[in-house]
Nanobody
Framework: VQLQASGGGLVQAGGSLRLSCVDS????????VGWFRQAPGKEREFVAT????????NYADSVKGRFTISRDNAKNTVYLQMNSLKPEDTAVYYC?????????????????WGKGTQVTVSS
């Protein structure tokens, strides 16, 4: 599995971004996928997760109602739509492929991690 996250950038508070995570080795389809983030000086934290079929999702309380995770297995891609962004959403965002087909908020459930993409939200 080789994951590549993209779509980050600089946006004003209240703005939107859509992150993409592509599995170039085309092995995504049987795995749950998660998005995590890490801000400077802070530990990595869970953001959102989706199971392999796309029917089960889970979100951190801090992003519920603002972020939406989805996937297109035909394109081996998982998306994170981020709306109403806040300065506290500023972080490097990582996608990860789970050990199983399930969605999970536990980072220990993930085997493969992509390189992150920087999201910066200005006030």
């Amino acid at each position: 599995v080789q994951l590549q996250a993209s779509g980050g950038g600089l946006v004003q508070a209240g703005g939107s971004l859509r992150l993409s995570c592509v599995d170039s080795r085309r092995t995504f389809n049987n795995n749950g996928v998660g998005w995590f983030r890490q801000a400077p000086g802070k530990e990595r934290e869970f953001v959102a997760t989706i199971n392999w079929r796309g029917g089960v999702t889970n979100y951190a309380d801090s992003v519920k109602g603002r972020f939406t995770i989805s996937r297109d297995n035909a394109k081996n891609t998982v998306y994170l739509q981020m709306n109403s962004l806040k300065p506290e959403d500023t972080a490097v965002y990582y996608c990860a492929s789970a050990l199983s087909s399930s969605a999970s908020a536990n980072d220990k459930a993930y085997r493969y991690w992509g390189k992150g993409t920087q999201v910066t939200v200005s006030s």
